[in-house]
């Protein structure tokens, strides 16, 4: 059973107030009711998608789909096609390209900055692909193979970064879309690297999961600031109107630049370490490293001697 309160109705002061009765239609008497297993209360308008999930959940189908198949009561065919792209927008420039920040201080003056855009592309390939449930459905029921839900999943996202992914590295690429603290900076270069490839949680309940043979991408800026950092400052990174609030500290690990040794043998008469970042299109980072001491540790230390 499903109950959708129209806010004409649910407006003060009906507004959080409701009741459920259940009567069993064949006694009346209320001598055996009916019992009832789970309640769940949703503070928003549920999609047609989020209402066949929660149907499929309970082994029902939402009755407004165009079955196909055989009668008698068995489980049918969904005929909706995952493939059709249905949620493509007029115009893909209206599209805001959100994404989750993360920042790598390199020095006092200069910041790798990643855009991750794992949630914006899930999230629009269930706005432009809205039957891709049905294609989830069919699957587990056995009335289309493996191969082809895959495909339809992998169809819809390589689509999308057909479309998206030239957009944003235009955007990262572009230097009047980037600020620290408001102030515009320099940008020093742009690229971008795959985490893995895309998995995630099928687009019905999410009892299974999705893998496609498509990347992952990260997308990184390298700025720099038209002011040093002071130690322990914190700073707030921008663009494209996405926003990050970091802290800086020469205390911290810079993951960013990479060191070619681990380790050394302990009689070895010279130790040497050598040190280096790779600023995408910008090319070598530059910046000297003299005013800073280093220190080769004992293995199982992470500071030098007192």
Not at 139 to 155: P, S, V
Not at 172 to 187: I, R, T
Request: with cysteine; hydrophobic share 35%; charged share 25%.
């Amino acid at each position: 059973m499903l109950i959708v309160q129209r806010p004409e109705v649910t407006d003060p002061p009906g507004r959080r107030h409701f009741s459920l009765k259940m009567e069993n239609a064949s006694e009346q008497d209320g001598t055996n009711p009916d019992a009832v297993d789970e309640i769940k209360l949703f503070e928003k308008e549920l999609t047609l998608s989020e209402i066949r999930s929660e149907c499929a959940l309970i082994g029902l189908q939402f009755l407004n789909d165009n079955l196909t198949g055989s009668e008698g009561g068995g489980v049918q065919k969904i005929g909706r096609d995952g493939r059709k792209r249905l949620g493509k927008p007029d115009d893909l420039s209206d599209v805001p390209l959100t994404c989750r920040l993360k920042a790598f201080p390199i020095d006092s003056r200069t910041v790798a900055v990643g855009g991750v855009f794992r949630d914006f592309f899930l999230d629009r390939l269930r706005m432009e692909y809205p039957n891709l449930d049905a294609t989830e459905f069919n699957c587990r029921n056995g009335f289309i193979e493996e191969y082809l839900r895959r495909f339809h999943y992998m169809y819809g996202m390589w689509e999308l970064y057909g479309d998206y992914q030239p957009r944003i590295v235009s955007a990262m690429d572009d230097a009047a879309k980037w600020s620290c603290d408001g102030n515009p900076v320099e940008l020093l270069g742009r690229w971008q690297n795959s985490t893995g490839t895309m998995r995630f949680d099928d687009f019905l309940d999410g009892a299974d999961y999705v893998e496609l043979d498509c990347a992952d991408i990260v997308h990184f800026g390298y700025l720099r600031l038209s002011d040093p950092m002071a130690e322990g400052s914190v700073h707030t990174v921008a663009w494209n109107g996405n926003t990050l609030e970091f802290t800086y500290s020469r205390d911290r690990y810079v993951s960013s630049i990479k060191v070619n040794q681990e380790g050394y043998l302990p009689d070895a008469g010279r130790k040497y370490a050598y040190f280096g970042l790779w600023l995408g299109t910008g090319g070598a980072y530059r910046h000297s490293l003299s005013d800073l001491t280093f220190h080769v540790l004992p293995a199982g230390r992470c500071s030098p001697e007192p």
